[in-house]
């Protein structure tokens, strides 16, 4: 069964430092699709990212960067130089080819950027 | 573009009762898939639905029930409510049908307390 694991529960850093949140996934599926969501205080969840497990091309999208592993089954976000409207819960998830749209998310990071 | 919308955004009832939920799509978007986010369970998977059918069902109980509309809203409904089912419900919407790499975007979803 598929399963997403984000061991880091709450990590607080100082604006302008880089953090790293560490996303770890399990599938038996040779195709599957990887997200990063964003979810501020106000509820909705954001849509950041999608990888899929065929295309391990790493990417950086101005400050967000991610690595994708298949090797470790991982997918780690990173921002460089946080900043305070950084600070947010940030939920990485997986759908799998044999389970349609249906999103299985991790138990989410709460990030808190300090001035 | 307008987003998902999701009424009304907060909500209280008392157990035993039954409430139903409301959500607007993108417009354009013919999916839509409900969530339950709990402080416990995290986020889970509710159901899926795509063209006025059910595609994809989570691990819930019956009480449990959604439809679609054919114009794509969605409502869903929960009865006999249980303290338990306290939870911010979350709408998500999508362009396709029931496929893993749809990128689903989420309202600021509808807080039901039960009291």
């Known amino acids: 069964a598929q399963k997403v694991t984000q061991a880091q529960t709450e990590i607080s850093v100082v604006e302008k430092e880089d953090v790293t949140l560490d996303c770890v996934y399990e599938t038996r599926d040779t195709t599957y699709y990887l997200f990063w969501y964003k979810q501020p205080p106000s509820g909705e969840l954001v849509f950041l990212i999608r990888r899929n497990s065929f295309d391990e091309q790493n990417e950086i999208s101005g400050r967000y960067s991610w690595n994708f592993q298949k090797s470790t089954s991982s997918f780690n976000f990173t921002i460089t130089a946080s900043q305070v409207v950084d600070s947010a819960v940030y939920f990485c998830a997986l759908s799998e080819e044999t389970s349609g749209s249906r999103l299985t998310f991790g138990e989410g990071t709460q990030l808190t950027v300090n001035p | 573009k307008a987003g998902v919308t999701q009424t009304p955004r907060y909500l209280i009832k008392t157990r035993g009762q039954q409430v139903t939920l409301s959500c607007s799509p993108i417009s354009g978007h013919r999916s839509v898939s409900w969530y339950q986010q709990t402080p416990g369970q995290g986020l889970q998977f509710l159901f899926e639905?795509?063209?006025?059918?059910?595609?994809n069902k989570g691990n819930f109980p019956g009480r449990f029930s959604g439809r679609q509309f054919s114009n794509s809203r969605s409502e869903m409904n929960v009865s006999t409510l249980e303290l338990g089912d306290s939870a911010l419900y979350l709408c998500?919407?999508?362009?396709?049908?029931?496929?893993?790499?749809?990128?689903?975007?989420f309202g600021a979803g509808t807080r039901l307390s039960v009291l």
């Open positions: 639905y795509f063209s006025e059918t059910q595609r």
């Open positions: 998500a919407s999508s362009f396709g049908g029931s496929v893993a790499k749809n990128i689903q975007y």
